[in-house]
Structure formats: C-alpha cells, structure tokens
C-alpha cells in the first residue's frame, strides 16, 4: 500500500510539474524544467553505458544555451536555423543507426567514440529538439505529445496485459506484445482527436499523424533504453522516481521522438 502510494505521488509530480511549466504564459518554466530533467536523464545515462567523464555534460550545457537561451532570450536567429537543419540531419541519422542495432544486434557496441555520439545526438539532441519544439511552435504541440506518450504507453500495457498473445522484442522487454503496440497506437489516435480540439494549435489530420510518429518512435525509444539497461544488467535507470524508477525510464519515449516530431512540424511548416 506504501509502495503504490508512493508510485502515485511521484507519478502525480512529474505530470503536474511538466503541465503547469508547458501551461504557464513564459517560456523560461520548461526551458529550465527541461534543463534540469536532461541532466538527470544524462546522470542516469551515463551510468547505464558506465561514461565517466564531464564532457556530455559540457556538450548538453551548450547545445541547451544555443538552442534554447539564445533563441527565447536573446531572440537571436542568425545562423540558428542552419544549425538546427544540420543537428537534426545528425540526430536522425544516430537514432536511425540505434533502430538499425535494435534489430540486427544482440548487443549495442559503445566504444568510447559512440558512447559520446549517443549521448550528444540521441539524449542532449532529444532534449533540446523537445525545446524547440515548444518555442518554435508551441508548449501546447509538446504538451499534446506528452500525452500521447502517456496514452499509448498506458493503452499498450492495458491491451498488452489483458489480449496480448504474439511478443514483440521478447529478449529486450518480454511484457511488450504486438497487440499491445496496436491497442496503444489505437488509442493514440483517439486522443489525437479531443487534443486537436482542445488545444486548438494543429488539425485533426495533423494531430493523427502525429500521434502514429509518436506511437511508433516512442515505442522504439522505449525498447531501446530497455536495451540499454539490458546490457548493463540493471531494472531501471535510476530510483528518483519511487516505484517508477529513473527520470529516462519516463522520458525515454519523447527523447527518442521529439526529432522526428521536429522534422515532421517542420515540413509540415514548409509545405502549409
């Protein structure tokens, strides 16, 4: 009774703390929520993939002030938008090399070298990517995609636990199934509904679409922190969160998407 009292709460925190810095009328309240969760999330990191050294942190420092500082204070764009396009080509690139190691390894390799691309492109490039999102768009398209994160994940487990029969990556997460995967993707969809109206930021087409990206790459984003942890023979990334685990275990799946939610806004920028 404790230990679900406990989940709930921190459960309750965190949704709490992300709605109300999306919701606020300033965008210094996530910027900084932001800041802080991404060096947490690179702490928990780093310990997965046994990293010790200051210089991911050096690099998510700067990338973040760049990005996110010189943009909503400075209201400085020259050269951004050239910088983005190109850390979005290199940060989609990484994580499509990551899909490419889910699939056809048993293991991922993590040389020095790759250790520092990861964390540079797949965990600091996914926080500053969900920055931009929010303040190049909107807070309220990012805060739409956090709950579609938290529908389909909690749709997958539900229609997992209850109707799931065929695994869907049985040696890296044995409770994911494909009807899971289908009944969360469903409900996704659903929600894409009642958040293209109540929002009022995308319409109902592009709020569907979004919610398949999201499904899918949080998914994926999923099984591969799951990987992850497989590897260094842990449950969780961290305990900051009782009864949840570590902070990257609830953001894995909207780090691992927030890129190709970009690119997604983006070309559906250019092309409206």
């Known amino acids: 009774m404790k230990d679900m009292l406990l989940r709930s709460l921190s459960g309750l925190l965190y949704v709490v703390l992300l709605v109300i810095a999306l919701t606020l009328n300033t965008p210094h309240a996530f910027t900084i929520l932001f800041f802080v969760f991404g060096l947490l999330s690179l702490y928990e990191f780093n310990k997965l993939i046994q990293l010790k050294s200051g210089i991911p942190y050096f690099i998510f420092i700067i990338l973040y002030l760049v990005f996110g500082y010189w943009q909503m204070v400075l209201d400085a764009d020259t050269g951004l938008d050239e910088a983005i396009q190109i850390l979005t080509v290199i940060t989609i690139f990484v994580n499509l090399f990551l899909i490419k190691d889910l699939f ?3 293991t991922i390799p993590l040389f020095v070298t790759k250790r520092f691309i990861i964390t540079t492109f797949y965990l600091s490039s996914g926080f500053v990517f969900a920055i931009l999102i929010a303040n190049v768009f909107s807070p309220k398209i ?11 994940d909690s749709f997958a487990y539900l229609v997992g636990k209850n109707f799931g029969r065929q695994k869907l990556f049985e040696k890296i997460s044995p409770k994911k199934t494909v009807e899971g ?10 929600a894409s509904y009642f958040i293209a109206n109540y929002t ?5 087409t592009n709020w569907l ?12 984003g999923d099984l591969i922190e799951s990987k992850f942890k497989r590897q260094a023979k842990v449950k969780d990334s961290g305990a900051i969160m009782p009864g949840h685990g570590g902070l990257l275990d609830r953001l894995d799946s909207i780090i691992f998407a927030s890129p190709f939610i970009y690119l997604f806004l983006r070309i559906l920028h250019y092309v409206s």
């Open 104 to 106: 056809s390894r048993k």
């Open 142 to 152: 990012l805060l739409g995609c956090f709950v579609l994160v938290w529908v389909n």
């Open 181 to 190: 995967f289908l009944g969360g993707l469903f409900f996704a969809c659903i």
């Open 200 to 204: 009022a930021t995308l319409n109902f």
């Open 209 to 220: 679409m979004l919610s398949i990206t999201v499904a899918v790459f949080g998914t994926l």
